[in-house]
């Protein structure tokens, strides 16, 4: 019986001897997303060059005053909106990020400044 408990104990050394010792995993960058975070990162990367994109904006009007100050009344996909000359407009919706500014009005023309864009357009 001793020398099957030592027989066994040596076949199960061997076994394991002879088995491969598993290769070394690289360390784990904390900074380098998992693919299931790098899958929505990457889907969110197509909401950043929407970012980059301006929205559809039409001139469907404008009313200008005897001093020259007024409104412009345009279209941003598919929305009417006015646009008072000096205010501010924040859109809503998939391009919440932009705001448009009426920095110029007069007959011919705006001229609508996308914020935070930088990018001026020039609406006749």
Do not use: C, W, Y
């Amino acid at each position: 019986m001793k020398h099957l408990l030592t027989l066994m104990l040596l076949l199960a050394l061997n076994a394991a001897a002879q088995s491969p010792p598993e290769p070394p995993k690289p360390p784990v960058d904390p900074t380098v997303p998992d693919a299931a975070l790098q899958q929505l990162l990457m889907a969110g990367a197509g909401g950043q060059q929407n970012s980059k994109a301006l929205p559809t904006i039409l001139m469907r009007g404008k009313i200008i005053n005897q001093t020259g100050q007024g409104l412009v009344i345009i279209e941003v996909n598919k929305q009417i909106l006015a646009l008072k000359q000096g205010g501010a407009l924040s859109l809503s919706g998939e391009f919440s990020h932009l705001s448009l500014q009426l920095t110029e009005l007069n007959k011919e023309s705006a001229t609508i400044e996308v914020l935070p864009l930088k990018q001026t357009l020039r609406l006749q």
